[in-house]
């Protein structure tokens, strides 16, 4: 039985334990921008490793197109037989993990994984389990804080090399021709937001009446122009989702989102939405799940396959989020920087999208200010 919010959460929503660089700004005041560490680089296709499925034919499919749109070599992939149930146990997760340890090498920097199941191991996702390793204890009570994730606000481009982990993205969708529609919105992306002159895009901040899910809204940044950036920032109710233009951003707390008008993403579109299960892609619990953004023509989601109350660092920070990405970081490494215990997170898409990523001819170019980075 899924449990709700409303049941697993009825005190008040657990503080944000304070960490390096990172401030809350309590509901009733001002918003105030966090401070991110500024980096240069990205990932790219040559750190990429991707992971088949071969007995799931949406995952050779998929893997197949991912391959041919992003320009992976033979040794970037890895083929195994999975289960293509939603969960994996725990040991068929240590035979996936001992067989990606023992094909990637030290230059693969994160992982792609070809398929929509399993996105889970027991309580775990499997991209933190991936990750973090697995946590048996957390599943006695998924609503305890989890493992701190060390790429959590970090500044490294280089997430193996330095931290000796390799974060992971599903390639997931609702069928095989909306991966290679997720895919291509992905590498249309790339670059296609850090030109000057161009028109701006919006991120929305939205306001809903639930109140054990709506408690990101403390962590919203300023409404407004970002600085330098062609970034507009409206913190506004769940009804202009449908109307908003140029949309780069979304973030809410709800158990479903009303996707009956399809909102005008720009590819590299990211959206989540608080709610306890968004990540148990299968469905069947009454709440809407991170395929819903995907299809929506988001390019990037995030959710949770077990009940985690609603602690904030088990989401996404939306600020965090926009500013890593804002920096020219890929979607998967905006996504992992912005959640602190990512156990529990299952993070979809299309694991390059780089939209605010400089060309080539343009790296080593200076970069504005894009946003007030205050001292904590």
Known sequence: MVVLYAE????????????????????????????????????????????INTTDPYSVA??????????????????????????LTRSEFQQLRERINQHFGPTTQALA??????????????TGALALGFDAELCSNGCQASRLSPYFNAATTRPFSDLGWRPAMLLAASSPAQA??????GVRADHS???????????????????????????????????????QIRVAPTAVLGTARRVLLVTTGAVKVDFATRPDWVPGGLGD?????GGALNGGHGQGTALDWITSGATASHGTV?????????????????????????????YWKSVAWPQQSLFIGEPLAAPFALPQRLLGASRPNLAPHPKP
Do not use: M
């Not at 304070?18 to 296709?45: F, I, S, Y």
């Not at 009446?209 to 970034?231: K, M, Q």
């Not at 985690?308 to 020219?328: D, M, V």
């Open 8 to 51: 697993a959460c009825a005190a008040p929503a657990p503080p944000f334990t304070p960490l390096p660089g990172v401030l809350l700004a309590p509901e009733k005041e001002t918003p105030r921008w966090a401070t991110v560490p500024r980096t240069t680089g990205r990932l790219r296709a040559a750190d990429i490793g991707l992971v």
């Open 62 to 87: 998929v893997g197949e197109h991912y391959i041919r749109r992003r320009g992976l070599k033979p040794q970037q992939v890895l083929r195994l037989p999975l289960p293509a149930a939603a969960g």
């Open 113 to 126: 994984l070809a398929w929509k199941a399993p996105y889970a191991v027991e309580c775990n996702s499997i």
């Open 180 to 185: 290679r529609e997720l895919i291509d919105r």
């Open 193 to 231: 937001l850090a030109r000057v002159n161009r028109p701006p895009v919006t991120v929305l901040q939205l306001l809903t009446n639930d109140t054990a899910r709506r408690v990101r809204t403390a962590l919203y940044p300023p409404e407004g122009p970002v600085p330098g950036a062609g970034v």
């Open 273 to 277: 939405h608080l709610t306890s299960v």
């Open 306 to 334: 077990s009940e985690p109350c609603n602690h904030l660092q088990k989401f996404p920070h939306p600020q965090l989020l926009l500013l890593h990405y804002l920096q020219g970081a890929t979607a998967l490494e905006a």
